[in-house]
């Protein structure tokens, strides 16, 4: 199993754009609008045009213990987009075959997860927001917790 660590942030140079493509099973980085003006940057975000699925729901994860992981679980069915709305955090991606590590620490920019992909989200910075834009309601038959189960399925299909 490989694991790269790729760094989707601003490269503070302009017209450089983050890491463009991630691999793992179909994971990439989607660049989000945003219109800056002397008041500030808004970005915005809209469903089937700016990701690959309709919205269906939104939450964000917070207050992350220093050392502690979230996630740890692959979906069946359930497409997703990350981003760090403040601060950053480390999306572990796997597909049974490859692990990488994907930086998130800029709002403009997302990591797209399509199905039946193992997640593990690490070191986050004090006051990190990750949210989470997802292609369907909660439904807890849709999830693989158990990692060894999750790697079964997959190098059997």
Request: proline letters at 6%; glycine letters at 8%.
């Amino acid at each position: 199993m490989t694991d790269r660590l790729l760094n989707a942030s601003d490269s503070g140079s302009p017209g450089l754009p983050p890491t463009p493509h991630v691999s793992v099973n179909g994971c990439r980085i989607i660049s989000l609008s945003v219109f800056s003006d002397p008041r500030g940057n808004l970005t915005v975000i809209e469903g089937s045009s700016d990701v690959p699925f309709d919205i269906a729901r939104v939450y964000y994860v917070r207050d992350v213990p220093v050392g502690a992981a979230r996630a740890g679980h692959a979906h069946r069915r359930l497409e997703q987009l990350l981003i760090a709305a403040n601060g950053a955090f480390d999306a572990v991606l796997d597909d049974g075959c490859q692990r990488q590590t994907v930086r998130l620490s800029q709002p403009s920019y997302g990591l797209y997860l399509p199905v039946m992909v193992w997640r593990e989200l690490t070191n986050f910075t004090a006051g990190a927001v990750c949210l989470s834009l997802a292609s369907m309601p909660y439904d807890s038959a849709d999830y693989f917790y158990d990692y060894d189960e999750y790697v079964r399925i997959v190098k059997s299909a």
